[in-house]
């Protein structure tokens, strides 16, 4: 099942979905979050901070495991998704950083490293909520678009529109990696709750396409279709071209 809430803008979409994963770590202070990157979850993070500074929330239990890490980049590099998740969130709140996870994408054997994260997931005790971001193509971590769902931690070949449209966070396109180590579809699908996030006009189609569309690994957020707990907290431009009527909230 999959609740939809419109929000009025991306700052209102971010406290929506702070409030939410707030409430799952009120509800079980030793969960498992599954994190995303990218600049959508920005907003969240800081709201989670505030939380925390606040005296509102205590993460010194919380565990979390990242979807995806660029291939090739070193925890230290400004670019990697593990440097992000420390500025944006891990530094600023009373986690253990033994506790959070994020591929290595400099592992001599990527493929092991695949291996050792899916069993890491497992051996916390599989993943209690699921934040992601989307692409502008309907992928989720970094799954894209292809002939069959990935079932789990893998390595993949980004695509020249996410290349291009993730190229913004570098200082040229010749440094994107071209590659990502990577949750699978089947990996995101096995959170016992997904919250999935999303602002503004470029992620229009996607969001029509994973929810209102078919089912298919050309669109690979419209897996989560399948799933019997998911949470949509998009915006108003996000939300543009689904048909809500005058709801702020519907089930689909
Ligand atoms: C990257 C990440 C995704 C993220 C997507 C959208 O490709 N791997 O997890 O959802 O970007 O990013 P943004 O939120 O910046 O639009």
């Excluded at 899916?118 to 193509?137: F, H, T």
């Excluded at 970094?142 to 789990?152: I, K, Q, T, Y």
């Excluded at 995101?188 to 997904?194: D, P, S």
């Excluded at 919250?195 to 209102?212: E, M, T, Y």
Aim: net charge negative.
């Amino acid at each position: 099942m999959i609740r939809i809430y419109k929000a009025k803008d991306y700052e209102a979409m971010s406290h929506m979905a702070a409030d939410f994963i707030a409430s799952q770590i009120i509800l079980k202070p030793n969960c498992v979050l599954g994190l995303a990157t990218g600049t959508t979850p920005i907003g969240t993070y800081n709201w989670l901070r505030k939380k925390y500074e606040d005296g509102r929330l205590d993460f010194s239990e919380v565990h979390t495991v990242n979807l995806d890490e660029y291939v090739g980049l070193a925890g230290d590099d400004p670019n990697s998704y593990r440097y992000f998740m420390n500025t944006y969130l891990f530094d600023h709140v009373n986690i253990d950083k033994f506790s959070t996870h994020v591929e290595d994408g400099t592992a001599k054997s990527l493929k092991k490293e695949c291996q050792r994260y899916e069993k890491l997931i497992r051996s916390l005790g599989g993943v209690d909520l699921q934040l992601l971001g989307i692409g502008n193509n309907g992928h989720i971590g970094f799954c894209e678009p292809a002939d069959a769902f990935s079932r789990v931690t893998h390595i993949e070949n980004l695509t020249e529109s996410t290349i291009q449209a993730n190229s913004r966070l570098f200082e040229d396109i010749s440094q994107v990696p071209t590659r990502a180590l990577t949750m699978g579809v089947g990996t995101i699908m096995r959170a016992r709750r997904i919250l999935l996030i999303a602002s503004g006009s470029a992620k229009q189609d996607a969001i029509r396409d994973s929810f209102f569309g078919d089912i298919t690994p050309r669109v690979p957020a419209s897996a989560l279709q399948l799933h019997q707990d998911v949470t949509v907290i998009a915006d108003e431009e996000a939300l543009a071209k689904c048909d809500m009527g005058d709801d702020d909230v519907i089930v689909v």
